[in-house]
């Protein structure tokens, strides 16, 4: 099965939650704090496989998360760092974001890219000690990874694309040029996904070649299976246009050339424009007294492209045909290689005035971003860590502000899921 557009979750690792210890020691006597930091979470890496060609495995799994970070313990001692998750993906993925649909990253360059990174580690009470707070009985809880939804998205890396209606010869074409074997029969969309085939013209001299699934009348807006393949040839420098120019499936081979560039343009302008060369196969097929090739020849010399005459299932023309292909790739630019669109937010210092309080009831939510930070960051089974979680929000004027707005004794506070009753 040939998947080639997932979306798919990723998570990176908790930080380890800082410890709470004290040096314990023969004859030494207020040993001090000594609770170890946590260790730091893993996060989510995306490699480039060369052996793979879809992404089939991702149908079946569509979350991943990295190993979270072990907590601090005594003596100083960090947890240890939580496990990378690496996820391979093959060459030609595109990652986009799955809110905003902007990309990510384009995996084709073989470099890894965090796609989800670890939260940090809390600091173990050891850090807090200080010369009026020399016993300090909190630690600081690790704080969350990054969590974020994707659309993984293969747009395979091929110098050529072939492009045609279905059953015009694309495969043949493949399979006598190449080592590649795609599926041939002489039936409509006998191709189901793209095939890759690597052309050696001469030594030294080779290119990568893709059979796109045949294309139809509407396939950009969905229409049979071009829609869906379509984006394979995205990055294809040169475009080979196979036209079957005999009409032996009662189609008329002009009208074919004009739909096929039709719904190009339609799926994409940059598309539409790209170098192409046209082969008129199945020249062995045409009766003598047709004036196929000839129209054919003037449409396309028209469109300012360039028409070569070939038999696919002969082999007649396509040794000369792919010479010239080699010939036109050496004057154009690389594959493409998609930029980054999206732009993560790096969040400013926030204020810790900056909240927002709702009443539902007998329930009083309050949300900020500070506030979110601030209860990451808390161990609610510590007394200690409590009572500095208290004193915060009393610093900020939370309690005061909920009595403004009526709060009653026994109504229930929610701040990000920590829930307490109210008493005055």
Not at 21 to 31: D, Q, W
Not at 106 to 116: K, Q
């Amino acid at each position: 099965m040939f998947v080639d557009k997932v979306r798919i979750t990723v998570i990176g690792g908790r930080g380890g939650d800082g410890a709470v210890a004290f040096h314990r020691e023969k004859y030494v006597a207020s040993g001090g704090p000594d609770g170890g930091d946590g260790g730091h979470g893993g996060s989510v890496i995306l490699r480039v496989n060369d052996n793979l060609s879809t992404l089939l495995d991702f149908r079946y799994k569509r979350k991943y998360a990295a190993q979270a970070g072990v907590n601090g313990q005594g003596r100083k001692m960090a947890g240890k760092r939580g496990e990378n998750l690496i996820i391979e993906v093959p060459r030609g993925t595109v990652v986009r974001d799955a809110e905003s649909n902007q990309i990510i990253v384009d995996m084709s360059t073989g470099e890894d890219f965090v796609i989800a990174r670890g939260g940090r580690g809390g600091w173990g009470n050891a850090h807090y000690a200080t010369p009026t707070r020399q016993v300090p009985r909190f630690a600081k809880a690790g704080l969350k990874g990054q969590e974020r939804d994707v659309i993984l998205e293969l747009k395979l890396l091929a110098d050529v694309g072939l492009v045609g209606f279905p059953n015009v010869g694309k495969s043949t074409l493949l399979s006598v040029t190449s080592n590649a074997r795609p599926k041939i029969a002489n039936y409509h969309f006998t191709t189901l996904f793209p095939n890759l085939g690597v052309i050696y013209v001469d030594e030294g001299v080779s290119f990568v070649m893709a059979d796109i699934p045949g294309i139809i009348e509407g396939a950009a807006e969905g229409a049979g299976l071009g829609h869906d393949f379509l984006r394979h040839i995205d990055r294809c420098r040169l475009l080979v246009h196979v036209v079957d120019v005999s009409g032996s499936e009662g189609r008329d081979p002009v009208e074919d050339f004009y739909a096929i560039c039709e719904e190009l343009k339609n799926y994409s302008v940059d598309l539409s424009s790209r170098p192409m060369i046209v082969a008129a196969n199945k020249v062995d097929l045409l009766a003598p007294e047709s004036d196929n090739l000839q129209r054919l020849r003037e449409a396309v010399e028209q469109a300012g492209c360039e028409l070569y005459e070939i038999s696919a299932g002969t082999a007649q023309g396509t040794k000369n045909l792919m010479r010239v292909v080699a010939g036109k790739l050496r004057t154009l630019p690389p594959v493409t290689i998609y930029e980054p669109e999206y732009v993560e937010v790096v969040e400013a210092p926030t204020d810790p005035n900056a909240f927002e309080v709702e009443h539902y009831g007998n329930t009083w939510l309050v949300t900020g971003l500070w506030l979110e930070r601030l209860v990451q960051n808390i161990n609610f089974e510590d007394y200690e860590s409590r009572n500095y979680f208290d004193q915060q929000l009393r610093k900020v004027g939370l309690f005061r502000r909920l009595e403004e707005m009526g709060i009653q004794d026994g109504d229930t506070v929610d701040i990000y899921d920590f829930e307490f009753e109210y008493q005055r």
